[in-house]
Every structure is written in C-alpha cells, then in structure tokens.
C-alpha cells in the first residue's frame, strides 16, 4: 500500500473494483468532511482513477494512490489542501498538459482516449469552486490534484 499524508490506496488489476469499493469508503479512509455533490465529486475521481490504472508502467509493479495533502498549485502563493490521485504511469509531458484538459474533437487536442473524462472532471472541480492541475514527472509518474 502507498501512503500520503492524507492515506492512499492501492490498485486492483482494473477499475471496476475501484467503482464499488474505494468510492464506497474514500470519506472514512481519508476522514475528510467534504461539501458538495457527491455523485459528481465521485465521478472526478472515478475519472482521475481510471485514468491512472489506464496508464499505470506496464513494465512495472503498478500503483495508484488517491489521498490529500497541502500543496501549491501553479501560479499561487498559498499551500491549499488538495486531493489527489498519483500513478507511477507514463508522464505527461509540461508542452502536452494543457491538452490534457482539452476534449479531443476540440482544435489542437492530443490523447489516448475519448478525451472527455478529464475535461468533465475540471468542469465538476469548477462548478464546486475549486480547481484540478496536473504535475507529471517523467520516469516517476503522474499526479492529479484538485480542491473543492
């Protein structure tokens, strides 16, 4: 099990499990009150989840840890407490993370998928008042963090 300052949890070998039992217990294990829709807050994080099972390393053990920490998001001063979901998958390289957010039938979008779940998810983080980033180092992995 990986752990971060607010807990983690690993993979399974998919995400259906995920779907039924992580989301089921996410506010026990990370003992977070959190305010606003629950099913659309829960659907942020079944996309940011399946997403890290999708490109976990293929080469190697994978892992995907979901929790919460104080962190400065790019262009703030102030540490904010935010969640996130972390993977030891492909990184996503500084040049191609803006299109990360972008759906794929948009003018200069780039990806590997249907390309909507990340850009729903920010949508839902926004309409909560609160914002999703990405930081990606290549070799290490990938880390997605919000704050409602």
């Known amino acids: ?11 399974g070998e998919g995400s259906e ?10 506010s026990t294990w990370l003992a977070v009150d959190v305010s606003g829709d629950r099913i659309r807050l829960q659907e942020v994080l079944v996309n940011l989840i399946s ?16 929790g919460y920490e104080d962190v400065v998001p790019p262009d703030v001063g102030q540490p904010v407490r935010a969640f996130y979901v ?21 003018p200069g979008a780039r990806g590997g ?10 949508r839902i983080v926004e309409r909560h008042g609160g914002r999703l980033w990405v930081s990606s180092v290549p070799d290490q992995g990938t880390t997605f963090y919000f704050t409602v």
């Open 113 to 122: 998928g249907a390309g909507a779940g990340l850009t729903i998810s920010r």
């Open 86 to 106: 972390r993977d030891n998958g492909t990184a996503i390289w500084v040049e191609q993370q803006a299109d990360a957010f972008r759906l794929l039938d948009e």
């Open 51 to 66: 997403n890290a099972v999708r490109h976990a390393a293929a080469d190697l053990p994978r892992w995907v840890e979901v």
């Open 17 to 26: 499990g995920l779907h039924r039992g992580l989301l089921g217990e996410l």
């Open 1 to 11: 099990m990986r752990s971060g300052s607010g807990g983690g949890c690993p993979s």
